[in-house]
């Protein structure tokens, strides 16, 4: 395991044992961890309005991009701990400023979570408008930056029937797959292909602080 990330079964003694909850199994898999999931605290949407993901569980129907609401099957939980000082960049989660991709408000996303983008230039080179990237390749597009991750990150995964599409905290479209596995109703485009296109995109500004 690389030394800058700590699963919590190989934590130091004295650490409180991962959290279950009916419905929830717990994932103590770092690689599962930075693949994907949202951080706890994102807000998405339900048939009971905008719920933090945490708060979900087995049963709980969710709002999707191409099958209106259906219901969550299982929710996995993981706890990703970071040595801060030693993480390489390329494992921080990515900070987006309110309005970046749809977002109402600022929020953090793994680099390796699939986002659905929507585009002119992807229809054009993909024949499809709507493509997926990880997050990793928004770096730099409208106001989008790695930022330094804490010592632990609360990380859900959620798993409905089959691929979905959900909406994150307004229209910021986030892709989860059934039994962890992913079989893409879009086009899913390499990191150089990602930036390529992500290059192409208009920016809006987006005032600091």
């Given at each position: ?16 044992p ?10 103590r ?11 706890a605290?994102t807000r ?5 309005g ?16 191409d099958n ?19 993480a ?19 929020l953090r ?32 597009h ?7 991750p ?9 798993e409905f ?31 150089a ?8 995109m208009p920016?809006?500004h987006?005032?600091?602080?």
């Amino acid at each position: 395991m690389p030394k800058h990330l700590i699963d919590r079964k190989n934590a130091a003694h004295g650490q409180p044992p991962a959290r279950t909850v009916p419905g929830t199994r717990v994932v103590r898999d770092e690689a599962l961890a930075l693949a994907g999931g949202l951080i706890a605290g994102t807000r998405v949407a339900t048939d009971m309005g905008w719920l933090p993901v945490e708060e979900l569980r087995a049963g709980d129907r969710v709002a999707t991009f191409d099958n209106g609401m259906r219901p969550v099957r299982a929710v996995h939980v993981s706890s990703l701990h970071t040595d801060v000082a030693g993480a390489p960049r390329g494992v921080w989660p990515l900070a987006l400023p309110a309005g970046a991709l749809g977002n109402r408000s600022a929020l953090r996303v793994l680099p390796g979570q699939p986002i659905l983008i929507e585009s002119d230039a992807a229809e054009t080179l993909y024949g499809d408008a709507f493509t997926l990237v990880s997050a990793a390749v928004l770096d730099g597009h409208n106001g989008i930056a790695p930022v330094e991750p804490e010592s632990e990150i609360s990380i859900v995964t959620l798993e409905f029937d089959g691929d979905e599409v959900i909406y994150v905290d307004g229209t910021l479209l986030a892709q989860c797959g059934a039994d962890g596995a992913r079989h893409d109703n879009y086009p899913r485009l390499s990191e150089a292909q990602g930036r390529q296109l992500i290059a192409t995109m208009p920016s809006a500004h987006h005032p600091q602080g």
